[in-house]
């Protein structure tokens, strides 16, 4: 099982940016996925799960209505789309296979 | 949202000897289904966190069997035996009975 994340850099407060997992190794379209970040200050903190075929989704209230989860099974990419980033949006970011398997994270900066 | 309590907070242990941490949970996490929703991970150096421990007391696969989960409903324990330099990190129990979900503040383990 691999994930790699990628998409994370620094932005300014106010800007969007796309995260994206690429999944291998795994049957991804048959797994739910959920991202997850982490800072030392906060620790770790769930952001949002999507069903296995987009069914249903679910987010952090920190993250409603800012953020969006998808995948594209037939890429077996994860997506999660950031808007109105804030400077507390600063963290590492993971995709998560269930909650088992973790990628190595891509780490976003949000700071004039 | 349910609010995982770990301690210690941090803790160094002597090669050989063992070492527990407590994972208590704000309600409990037991699912109807009877499986209760309760996971162990550990975070290495510079790396992301690995999936030790489901289910409470459920092995991942390649986990070596020094490291044993237990408890129930609302209390928890991850137990390491015959410690090894391996096993520094940072452990933190996560639920995922309900979302969001969440985890507790983590526990640092490092060697005398």
Known sequence: ?112 | EIVLTQTPFSLSVTPGQSASISCKSSQSLLHRDGKTSLFWYLQKPGQSPQLLIYEVSRRFSGVPDRFSGSGSGTDFTLKISRVEAADVGVYYCMQGLHLPLTFGGGTKVGIK
């Open chain 1, 1 to 112: 099982v691999q994930l790699v994340e990628s998409g994370g850099r620094l932005v300014q407060p106010g800007e969007s940016l796309r995260l994206s997992c690429a999944g291998s190794g795994f049957n991804f379209r048959s797994y739910e996925m959920n991202w997850v970040r982490q800072t030392p200050g906060r620790g770790l903190e769930w952001l949002s799960h999507i069903a296995s075929d987009s069914a249903s989704v679910h987010y952090a209230n920190s993250v409603k209505g800012r953020f969006t989860i998808s995948r594209d099974n037939a890429k077996n990419s994860l997506y999660l789309q950031m808007t109105r980033l804030r400077a507390d949006d600063t963290a590492l970011y993971y995709c998560l296979v269930g909650m088992a398997y973790w990628g190595q994270g891509t780490p976003v900066t949000v700071s004039s």
